[in-house]
Nanobody, 123 residues
Framework: QVQLVESGGGLVQAGGSLRLSCAAS????????MGWFRQAPGKDREFVAA????????YYADSVKGRFTIYRDNAKKTVYLQMNSLKPEDTAVYYC????????????????WGQGTQVTVSS
């Protein structure tokens, strides 16, 4: 049974930082591409960032490029999302996801999803 468990969300003022973690119970974690998505109230879920097997390849949505950093620790089976210079429009539930197929910005490419963690940025 594959599980992805996010943590690290919370309330932060604009300009602040948070680091999200996603712990995976996947035996072959290092074989999976990992991604972060988010869903703001009343909006569709959207891609935030993705990372390749070894962490050498990373991809970001334009809206977070330069502010967010995705990285992974395969020994700990954990993927992280460091979020700096947070803005109120970053407020959303953040989800991590795992794909055996490819590193992608497309939801349908991901096989497993976490339950999400709430991030709220106050102005």
């Amino acid at each position: 049974q594959v599980q992805l468990v996010e943590s690290g969300g919370g309330l932060v003022q604009a300009g602040g930082s948070l680091r999200l973690s996603c712990a995976a119970s996947i035996r072959t974690f290092s074989s999976y591409f990992m991604g972060w998505f988010r869903q703001a109230p009343g909006k569709d879920r959207e891609f935030v960032a993705a990372i390749g097997w070894s962490g050498g390849s990373t991809y970001y949505a334009d809206s977070v490029k330069g502010r967010f950093t995705i990285y992974r620790d395969n020994a700990k089976k954990t993927v992280y999302l460091q979020m700096n210079s947070l803005k109120p429009e970053d407020t959303a539930v953040y989800y991590c996801a795992a794909s055996i197929k490819s590193v992608s910005s497309i939801e349908a490419e991901y096989d497993y999803w976490g339950q999400g963690t709430q991030v709220t940025v106050s102005s």
